[in-house]
C-alpha cells in the first residue's frame, strides 16, 4: 500500500466513477425552440429510464430530453454503486395503504433489481455488476438489537428473503472489525454506476429519444419547459430532477438537497482480501445512525461513503462535489474502524453529490392528466434501482396503461414541504449532530438505541 496514505489524490469535479472511464464528450445543446410529445427534464436515472420505457412502449412518441450538465452529471453517476431492492418510505406506505401494498410494492422492486441487470445485458452495458447482495452488520450491542428488530419487521411485511446471520457467517462473508452480526439479502448488486448512466444514455437515443445537453431548465409549466437557449412545448411535461430540484423556480422547499460524500482507496493487495475476504463482493453497510455504505470496486478498490456535511443553507449545493477535507478524513475513519488492515491505504478519489429528501423520507412518482406534469424522486439513497421502477411506472401513467405498477402506494403519493429557513438548516444540524452523539454513545457500549436517536428522529420527521 502507498505511503501517502490518507491523501486524496484527487477532490470533486467529477466522481471517481467518471475518472475512471473518462469524462463524456457533451451532446449538443438545445438549438432553439421546438415541440415535442414528452419532454424529460434531467438526464439521469430517472428521466433515462422514464425515456426507455416510453419509446420501448410506443416507438412513435417523440421524446425530448432536456440536462444542465451532461448525463449522469448529478447523482447518478456520483452514487455508492447500490442497486438494491430497499423501499424509501416503507413503512408510511405501510400505514397509508396497508401490508398487502407493501408487498407488491416490495415484490416490484425485487423485480427492479432484475430488470435493471437484464435491461444491462440487452442493451451490451458493461457497468461491472456483480450480484453478490446486500450486507449489513452490526458492530455494537445496540446495533445489534435494531438490526434483530428491523429483520423481524421487514420479514413480517413481505421482505420474506431477509436473512439475519451470526457473527461467524456475517465475517465469513466481509471479516468487518467486530461483527457482532449482520442482516443479507440476495436482491442486491455492485455496480459501476457512471458506466450505467453512459450506456442508458446511449441506449435512448438508438431508441430515437433526443437528448440535448447543456441545457438548463430555468422554469417548469404546465406544458411548457423554459431554458435560455429556447423553450419545449409539450403536452407532457416529466421533472426528473432529484437532488437539483431545490434550484427550480417554486421548488425550493419540495425537496432537501442533502449532500452525502465518497472516498475510494487506492487498489488494495491480494494479501489485503485475504485477510477481510469479500470474495462475493456484497455491497455492505453499518447499523450506525449516521451509517456507511459501501462496495468492492471490480479492481478491488474500496469506495466507501456517508452523510459529511449533510445540507448547506437556504437549499443549496455544491454542483461540483467538492469535498471537506474533514469529511474525508471522517470517511477515513469510518473505513479503518471497519477495516483495520486498511490504515496504509491511500485515498485516491473523493467527492460529493446532492440526493433529494422529502419532508416524509418517502419517495414518490406521480403524475397529472390534467396539467401534463409528473415527476418522481425522493428516493434517499435507494435510486439506482428505484429510478427504473419510476421510469416504467411514469410510462404506464402517461401512456393511460392500467397496470399493476400505477396501482403502487408510492404512485401520487404527496408530502408537506420543508419548514421556510432558518428552521430547515438548524433543524437538518440538530439532527445529525444528534445522530452523531448517539452513536458515540452506542460505541462505548450502551446496549438499547440511545434517546438521542430517538429524538433525532422524530425532529427529521422519520418515524
Not at 485477510?275 to 462496495?295: C, I, M, N
Amino acid at each position: 500500500m502507498s505511503a501517502s496514505a490518507g491523501v486524496a489524490t484527487t477532490n470533486g469535479a467529477v466522481s471517481f466513477w467518471w475518472a475512471q472511464i473518462g469524462q463524456p464528450m457533451r451532446r449538443a445543446p438545445l438549438d432553439g425552440s421546438r415541440r415535442a410529445d414528452v419532454c424529460i427534464v434531467g438526464g439521469g436515472y430517472t428521466g433515462l429510464w422514464t425515456a426507455y420505457a416510453l419509446k420501448r412502449a410506443d416507438p412513435a412518441l417523440d421524446v425530448v430530453v432536456l440536462e444542465a450538465e451532461f448525463c449522469g452529471f448529478g447523482a447518478s453517476g456520483r452514487n455508492g454503486g447500490w442497486l438494491t431492492h430497499d423501499i424509501t418510505g416503507r413503512d408510511r406506505f405501510l400505514a397509508s395503504a396497508g401490508r398487502d401494498a407493501v408487498v407488491r410494492f416490495q415484490r416490484a422492486m425485487d423485480d427492479a433489481v432484475d430488470e435493471v441487470v437484464a435491461t444491462a445485458r440487452t442493451e451490451g452495458i458493461d457497468a461491472d455488476i456483480h450480484r453478490g447482495g446486500e450486507l449489513d452488520v452490526a458492530v455494537t450491542p445496540s446495533q445489534l438489537r435494531r438490526l434483530q428488530a428491523h429483520v423481524e419487521h421487514e420479514r413480517s411485511v413481505g421482505n420474506t428473503d431477509l436473512r439475519l446471520l451470526p457473527a461467524d457467517e456475517a465475517r465469513s462473508r466481509v471479516a468487518v472489525s467486530g461483527a457482532l452480526g449482520a442482516s443479507w439479502h440476495e436482491h442486491c448488486a455492485r455496480i459501476q454506476p457512471a458506466k450505467l448512466v453512459r450506456g442508458l444514455a446511449e441506449a435512448v437515443e438508438r431508441l430515437g429519444v433526443r437528448v440535448f445537453e447543456s441545457t438548463r431548465a430555468r422554469e417548469i409549466t404546465p406544458r411548457l419547459v423554459r431554458t435560455a437557449r429556447g423553450d419545449v412545448t409539450a403536452p407532457v411535461v416529466i421533472r426528473a430532477t432529484e437532488g437539483f430540484t431545490a434550484g427550480l423556480a417554486g421548488e425550493r422547499r419540495r425537496w432537501l438537497p442533502m449532500n452525502s460524500s465518497l472516498i475510494v482507496t487506492e487498489p488494495l493487495p491480494a494479501a489485503f482480501w485475504r485477510e477481510v475476504g469479500w470474495e462475493h463482493r456484497d455491497t455492505l453497510g453499518d447499523g450506525a445512525h449516521v451509517y456507511v455504505y459501501a462496495q468492492r470496486t471490480a479492481d478491488d478498490r474500496i469506495a466507501i461513503g456517508g452523510r459529511g456535511v449533510p445540507y448547506r443553507y437556504g437549499s443549496r449545493f455544491d454542483a461540483d462535489g467538492r469535498t471537506p477535507a474533514r469529511t474525508i478524513a471522517q470517511l477515513r475513519e469510518m473505513l479503518v474502524r471497519l477495516f483495520p488492515a486498511a490504515r496504509d491505504a491511500a485515498i485516491d478519489h473523493a467527492w460529493s453529490g446532492v440526493l433529494g429528501v422529502p419532508r416524509d423520507w418517502a419517495a414518490t412518482v406521480s403524475f397529472e392528466r390534467r396539467t401534463g406534469l409528473g415527476h418522481a424522486g425522493g428516493y434517499v439513497g435507494t435510486g439506482v434501482t428505484t429510478t427504473n421502477l419510476a421510469g416504467r411506472t411514469l410510462a404506464d401513467l402517461v401512456l393511460e396503461r392500467d397496470t399493476e405498477l400505477v396501482h403502487l402506494p408510492w404512485v401520487n403519493h404527496g408530502a408537506k414541504r420543508w419548514e421556510p429557513e432558518p428552521l430547515r438548516f438548524l433543524a437538518v444540524q440538530a439532527v445529525y449532530g444528534a445522530y452523531r452523539a448517539a452513536d458515540r454513545h452506542e460505541r462505548r457500549g450502551r446496549a438499547s438505541t440511545s434517546p438521542l436517536a430517538r429524538a433525532a428522529d422524530l425532529l427529521a420527521g422519520r418515524s
